[in-house]
C-alpha cells in the first residue's frame, strides 16, 4: 500500500510540475482525448482544464508482461473543479499491442483513485477509493490504430475505506460504501 501511494505522489507531483503546452504532439491528432462514466449515479467526464490525458506503454526486461496505463483526471460532468483528481487503469498482458474487439483484465490489486464525490453522507468533496477483496475491472478495446486507444471500461467493489479512519459527518460515523464504476468509455492518446 506504501509503494501506491509512493507511486501517487509522485503521479501527482508529475501532473502538477508540467505545464499545459499547445505544441504538445496530442494537439495535432484529429481525436481529442475524453473520458465518459458513471459513478454513485453521478455523470464523470475528464477534466482537460486540470490535465492531459493520455496512455502510455511499459516493458519490462524481466518477464514478457506489458503494461498499458490509461491516466485521467475526472470530474463530474458540468461541475467546475479546481484541484487534480485521479484516475489510471491498468491493463498487463503479454499481448505486444493491444487487440481491438478483445476484453483484459484491469490490474487492481492496490489501486487507489482520487474522485470527486457527490455523495452528501460522506461529507467530502472528494474520496480516495481503493481496491478490496473481490475488486475487479475490465476494459474493452474499441479502437486502436497505434495512436488513439478507445475503450470501454468498469471497476466493480471499490471501497471509501482504505484503512484510515473515516471521521465522522454530521455527529453520524461516516460507513464503508462500495462503489461501482460502469458505463465507461475513454479515448486517449500517448
Same mark, same amino acid.
Given at each position: 500500500?506504501?509503494?501506491?501511494?509512493?507511486? +501517487?505522489?509522485?503521479?501527482?507531483?508529475?501532473?502538477?510540475?508540467?505545464?499545459? $503546452? $499547445?505544441? $504538445?504532439?496530442?494537439?495535432?491528432?484529429?481525436?481529442?482525448?475524453?473520458?465518459?462514466?458513471?459513478?454513485?449515479?453521478?455523470? *464523470?467526464?475528464? $477534466?482537460?482544464?486540470?490535465?492531459?490525458? *493520455?496512455?502510455? #506503454?511499459? @516493458?519490462?526486461?524481466? @518477464?514478457?508482461?506489458?503494461?498499458?496505463?490509461?491516466?485521467?483526471?475526472?470530474?463530474? #460532468?458540468?461541475?467546475?473543479?479546481?484541484?487534480?483528481?485521479?484516475?489510471?487503469?491498468?491493463?498487463?498482458?503479454?499481448?505486444?499491442?493491444?487487440?481491438?474487439?478483445?476484453? !483484459?483484465?484491469?490490474? @487492481?490489486?492496490?489501486?487507489?483513485?482520487?474522485?470527486?464525490?457527490?455523495?452528501?453522507?460522506?461529507?467530502?468533496?472528494?474520496?480516495?477509493?481503493?481496491?478490496?477483496?473481490?475488486?475487479?475491472?475490465?476494459?474493452?478495446?474499441?479502437?486502436?490504430?497505434? @495512436?488513439?486507444? #478507445?475503450?470501454?471500461?468498469?471497476?466493480?467493489?471499490?471501497?471509501?475505506?482504505?484503512?484510515?479512519? +473515516?471521521? !465522522?459527518?454530521?455527529?453520524?460515523?461516516?460507513?464503508?460504501?462500495?462503489?461501482?464504476?460502469?458505463?465507461?468509455?475513454?479515448?486517449?492518446?500517448?
Amino acid at each position: 500500500m506504501k509503494k501506491k501511494f509512493l507511486l +501517487l505522489s509522485i503521479l501527482l507531483m508529475t501532473f502538477l510540475s508540467c505545464s499545459k $503546452d $499547445d505544441s $504538445d504532439s496530442n494537439t495535432n491528432n484529429s481525436e481529442k482525448p475524453s473520458l465518459s462514466f458513471t459513478l454513485n449515479n453521478a455523470q *464523470y467526464e475528464h $477534466d482537460s482544464a486540470i490535465s492531459e490525458m *493520455y496512455w502510455e #506503454k511499459s @516493458t519490462t526486461t524481466t @518477464t514478457n508482461v506489458n503494461e498499458f496505463i490509461i491516466v485521467t483526471s475526472p470530474k463530474i #460532468k458540468g461541475v467546475p473543479c479546481d484541484f487534480l483528481e485521479m484516475l489510471t487503469l491498468e491493463i498487463r498482458t503479454t499481448d505486444n499491442v493491444l487487440v481491438v474487439n478483445k476484453t !483484459y483484465g484491469l490490474y @487492481t490489486d492496490n489501486m487507489a483513485a482520487f474522485i470527486p464525490l457527490n455523495d452528501p453522507a460522506l461529507c467530502y468533496k472528494e474520496v480516495n477509493l481503493w481496491s478490496k477483496s473481490g475488486t475487479s475491472g475490465k476494459v474493452k478495446i474499441t479502437s486502436f490504430d497505434g @495512436t488513439v486507444l #478507445k475503450g470501454e471500461f468498469s471497476i466493480s467493489n471499490l471501497t471509501n475505506d482504505g484503512g484510515y479512519p +473515516l471521521g !465522522y459527518c454530521n455527529n453520524t460515523k461516516i460507513v464503508e460504501k462500495i462503489f461501482n464504476i460502469t458505463n465507461g468509455t475513454f479515448t486517449a492518446v500517448p
